[in-house]
């Protein structure tokens, strides 16, 4: 059974920058995994040789981005990007939804951290 978690990151970007790192093929090969390639709904990941696959499931232009795995089809689970912009300050935060194993949560809060590093240093912001 997996857990879902909620993470929100501070992302002073234009939402449309960071919509384009979040949407296309090239934007999520430049900070989430090392190649990124699709086909229709299908996006194929790869990270030092290995491939994971996962479906588009939903893609709200300057909004969010939904996938699932294809490992996890026909369960609840997927993974999401979703930009929220404060109405006050314009400020962007990127709250990202996923799903993990109760005992990976540590490790995989670690790894999205990681991974927001580097989309941060892709924007030039850190």
Do not use: H
Not at 102 to 120: G, P, T
Request: proline letters at 2%.
């Amino acid at each position: 059974m997996k857990k879902k978690i909620e993470l929100e990151y501070s992302v002073p970007s234009s939402p449309k920058v960071l919509f384009k790192r979040l949407s296309t093929v090239d934007g999520l090969a430049e900070w989430f995994a090392d190649k990124v390639d699709s086909k229709d709904d299908i996006y194929t990941f790869a990270w030092e040789g290995e491939e994971q696959q996962a479906r588009l499931m939903e893609m709200i232009k300057d909004e969010s981005v939904s996938f699932q795995w294809i490992e996890d089809e026909g369960e609840e689970y997927y993974f999401k990007f979703c930009m929220e912009i404060d109405p006050m300050t314009n400020e962007v935060a990127l709250i990202i939804t996923d799903y993990v194993d109760e005992d990976d949560e540590d490790d995989s809060i670690e790894l999205w951290d990681k991974q927001i590093d580097e989309l941060l240093k892709t924007l030039g912001l850190s």
